[in-house]
Structure formats: C-alpha cells, structure tokens
C-alpha cells in the first residue's frame, strides 16, 4: 500500500482538480460543478462500487470491464493494493485470479452491508467488520471507500459506525477522512449559501464532526491532520475540531483546548475548550479555566466554572471563590428564576449575571471542601433578611451541604453564623 503521506498528497491533489475542473494524468472521472465542489466525492466512491460489483457475475466481459474502469479511477481512490489485487484477478491460474474476484465484489457489497445499519442493530454491526476481515490487507482502501459512501447518507447512526468501522482500520484511513472531512464542510458552505442563512445543515455538520472524532482517535498521524483546521476561518470547522480534541493524545488535548480558550476570537469555540478541559479532568487545565474566569462572556465563564467543579482539588476550589468573590453582582435584586415557558425573549444581562453566580454557588456547594464555606457566608450575608429568591436558596443549600447542617429549614444569615462558628473544623 502507499505510504499514508503520498495517498494523502495525492487525494488533495485529487480535491483541486474537481473543484477547478481540471483533468491530469489517470484521473478521468466526472469533474463536479461549480454549483457542487463537494459532489464528485460521492459520484466517484460510487462508480467504484460498481466497478466492484462487476465481479460478482459469471460473465468475463464483465470482468474486465471492472478492471478498466477500476484502473480509471486512479490510485488515490483505488489505492496501490487495490490495484495489485485487480492484477491478480487477470492471472491464468484460476486459483489465484477466483480469490481476487472474490475479494474485489466483496469491496463492492460494503456500503451495502453499510446502508443496512440501523440504530442498536449490533448484529449487522459485526457483519459488516467481518466483512472488512475477510478483504485482508489487499481490499481495506476499498473497504474505507465503502465506509466514506456511508457519509453521504441522511443517518447519523450510520456515520457513527462508519466511523467506528475506520477507526479499526487504523491510520490507513487518515486521508480519506480528512477529504470527507473537507467535503463536509464544501457541502455545508454550499447549502447554507442556497438558503441564504448560516445555518449549518444537521446531515454535514454531523459528518463533519465524526471526521474530526475519527481523526482524533486515530493516533499522531490523524490528529496533525485534525490540527490543521485549528486555525481555519470558519467558526464551525473550528468548533469540530474542539470537539473532538478530548479524544486525541493527552498533550495534543490540552495544548489544544487550552488555545481555544485562551485565544479564539468565538465565544463558541471558547466554551467548547472550556467544556473539553471538563472532560479531561486534568490539573494541568486549572490555570487556563481559572483565567477564563475573566473572559467578557458569561457563558464562558459558566462552562469554564462548571470544568473547574469536574476537576476538582484545592486549587480548582480557590479559583471559584475568588471567581464568586470577585463576579459583579446584577444591577436589579435577583427575582424568581424565570422558566422557559414565562420567558418572553432572551435573558436580560441580569439574569444572565444571576446564572453564572448561581453556577458558581452550585458547583462550590458539590465541592466536599470546606474552603468555600466562608465566602459563601460572605455572599449570604449580603441579604438583609432570609429571602425565597433563587440566589438566597442556593447559598443555604450549598451551605447546608458543606458543613452537614441537620433540617432543610431556610437559615438566615446570623443563624449561619452560629452555626459555622460552633463547628469551625467540621466535625
């Protein structure tokens, strides 16, 4: 098989010539439109397939039908033992051309088997992966074609398994997700510019995002593919590729996410690194989520807050009661948490202040530490008398919660106070 680095070369070639319609050398399929820069993908996997499929019957003619059109295609999407195997299938020693004949159609039954995947269906799951073992070595470029035809279907669940199925193949795999990975992206461009909005279409956004999750998982070869996206224009390749970052090597991870958080100019993006460095439940990520304690929007601030709680340990701990200590407070008394079903719009600056700072309480609250229970106090003293509001309700919980307070009666501030001082060391 060609080595990875020249498939890959080789299917960005590949890409410009079909977007600039140019032709050059073996490839001589249909060029895409314009109007369509992504389309050939799908229109050249497809004709594969049924070059494949020719050498399921019994008819010679047919044979070496699929042969030419096989060899037409060109290596890039064939691949190198693809076309060792088409060579074995012209040899007068019919013990060795059969199997080559067979192995060949079985290449062209894959998306078949592919598009039969529903859901939870494990059993054609298994199917289909035994299939790919059967194909050895020799047909796995054509077993990943199979698989990149199951991204142009409407079924997320089959883009997941074709995925997973890539995933086994390993780093072979790496350039033809990285070109379906493009695809996706042309397609939604070109979608989103039809209906004039910039809505992502579910179906592209979908493929792309588990291209990413594949390229992550894919070891160093598929994860400097996956970063080099890291930097593109667009807000919605850039929020794939944090996506899937929690998925790569533990230093690619944190590397990566800790840039998103700290520098992406998208408050997207930057929640995202923030949600990311949650997932991993690295100390290593503490510092990045505590600066993101200062970041100009509040959501951000919410994610990164929600991360420190998930990791945990004392200095996770410090940064959310400075971040509490230090958070400006609404501008209007807090009233009861509105509900989705009374809101009338979006929520005013206020209530999204009030969101954060409850946050913050909260996931204090889910430390086990005993550190914030004085801040905390310092919050609830700020009321001049005990209140129903949501802010007051949560600082009593979260209270209640640290220091093991016996009832669910609403304290108010002095009661606290007695409280904390009979039992300074919690015992």
């Not at 590949?14 to 992504?38: H, I, K, N, Y």
């Not at 550190?371 to 005990?386: G, N």
Request: glycine share 8%; with cysteine.
């Amino acid at each position: 098989m060609a080595h990875h680095e020249t498939v890959g070369r080789l299917a960005i070639v590949l890409l410009l010539l079909a977007v600039c319609g140019c032709r050059a050398g073996r490839v001589s399929a249909p060029m895409a439109s314009r109007s369509d820069p992504a389309g050939f993908l799908e229109t050249r996997v497809q004709a594969v397939q049924q070059a494949y499929l020719r050498f399921g019957t019994a008819d010679p003619a047919e044979w070496k039908r699929g042969r030419a059109e096989l060899r037409r295609e060109g290596a890039p999407l064939v691949g190198a033992e693809a076309l060792a195997l088409v060579d074995r299938s012209e040899s007068e020693d019919e013990s060795r051309a059969a199997p080559a004949r067979l192995a060949l159609w079985r290449c062209g039954r894959m998306p078949e088997l592919l598009a039969g995947m529903h859901g939870d269906n494990y059993d054609q799951w298994l199917a289909a992966k035994q299939e790919v073992l059967k194909l050895g070595a020799e047909g796995k470029e054509a077993a990943i074609l199979a698989c990149i035809l199951a991204f142009t279907g409407e079924h997320a669940n089959r883009h997941e398994l074709a995925r997973r199925l890539l995933i086994d193949i390993g780093p072979d795999a790496v350039p033809y997700l990285a070109l379906a990975f493009d695809v996706a992206t042309e397609r939604a461009r070109a979608a989103a510019q039809e209906d004039g909005t910039e809505q992502m279409p579910a179906t592209h956004t979908i493929v792309r995002e588990q291209c990413a999750l594949g390229l992550a998982q894919l070891g160093p070869i598929g994860q400097a593919e996956l970063l080099k996206h890291a930097a593109s224009p667009d807000e919605g390749v850039r929020l794939a590729v944090v996506r899937a970052l929690p998925d790569a090597e533990r230093n690619v991870a944190l590397a990566g996410l800790r840039r998103a958080l700290g520098g992406d100019r998208s408050w997207r993006v930057r929640a995202q690194g923030a949600i990311g460095l949650g997932r991993l439940r690295d100390p290593d990520g503490i510092e990045a989520l505590t600066a993101a304690q200062q970041d100009p929007d509040l959501f951000v601030r919410h994610r990164a807050a929600i991360a420190l709680g998930a990791i945990g340990g004392e200095r996770a701990v410090t940064a959310l009661c400075v971040a509490l200590l230090s958070a400006p407070r609404p501008a209007s008394p807090p009233g009861p948490e509105p509900t989705s079903a009374y809101r009338a719009g979006p929520p005013t600056p206020d209530e999204t202040l009030s969101e954060y700072r409850l946050c913050l309480i909260r996931t204090l609250g889910a430390s086990g530490s005993r550190r914030p229970i004085e801040p905390l106090y310092a919050e609830l003293a700020r009321f001049p008398a005990r209140e129903a509001t949501p802010l007051y309700l949560e600082l009593d919980r979260a209270l209640r919660k640290l220091t093991g307070a016996a009832g669910w009666r609403v304290r108010t501030a002095a009661e606290w106070r007695r409280l904390i001082d009979a039992d300074p060391a919690g015992k």
